[in-house]
């Protein structure tokens, strides 16, 4: 036999005076007072997730969340293919020039270096490769001009590349020396 208790203080005359029943231990009895299920004597009556307090609960639910968000990160990150990485360094020969669709006999061979480039037969300061995907932008800084001119070039492939002027100028290039990557 053991003692049980309603924990209805709020509504339960019997809660609030403290009376207690006695009842086979592993029993839940019933209060006559309110209807409510009793608990065993000496008990706080909450549960076990009432006791952790609702403080707590929300720090594991937080740290759960952040722990799911992390994995998927770097599920995605492994799982993500790597771009190629191109490199614009060496001897490009022009394939071909098109201008507003028609296709032109001439073109200019470019080579490029870690600090300077020769365009048009003059060598010129790079001030920087800002490479982007298939993209390379090339900044040429020439010092009879004093201004900044950048050029884009886009990668067909690792050996090909092609440049969109203005007015529909398309220029290709096929790359002559490989050099090492960037």
Request: with cysteine; hydrophobic share 40%.
């Amino acid at each position: 036999m053991a003692r049980y208790r309603c924990i209805n203080t709020g509504m339960c005359a019997s809660a609030q005076s403290g009376l207690s029943v006695e009842a086979p231990t592993g029993s839940l009895p019933i209060c006559s007072a309110c209807g409510i299920t009793m608990v065993p004597d000496g008990t706080s009556g909450r549960s076990r997730s009432a006791r952790w307090g609702l403080p707590r609960m929300l720090l594991i639910g937080v740290a759960a969340i952040l722990a799911l968000w992390l994995c998927w990160s770097m599920i995605k990150w492994l799982s993500a293919p790597s771009a190629p990485t191109y490199s614009i360094l060496g001897d490009w020969r022009a394939e071909s020039t098109q201008l507003l669709g028609y296709q032109l006999p001439i073109g200019l061979n470019l080579r490029f270096g870690e600090s300077s480039a020769y365009l048009l037969d003059q060598e010129v300061a790079i001030s920087e490769y800002d490479y982007e995907g298939d993209r390379v932008t090339v900044v040429v800084k020439p010092a009879q001009l004093g201004a900044q001119l950048s050029l884009t070039f886009v990668f067909e492939d690792s050996n090909r590349m092609y440049f969109e002027g203005p007015v529909g100028l398309t220029l290709r290039y096929k790359r002559t020396n490989r050099q090492t990557a960037r």
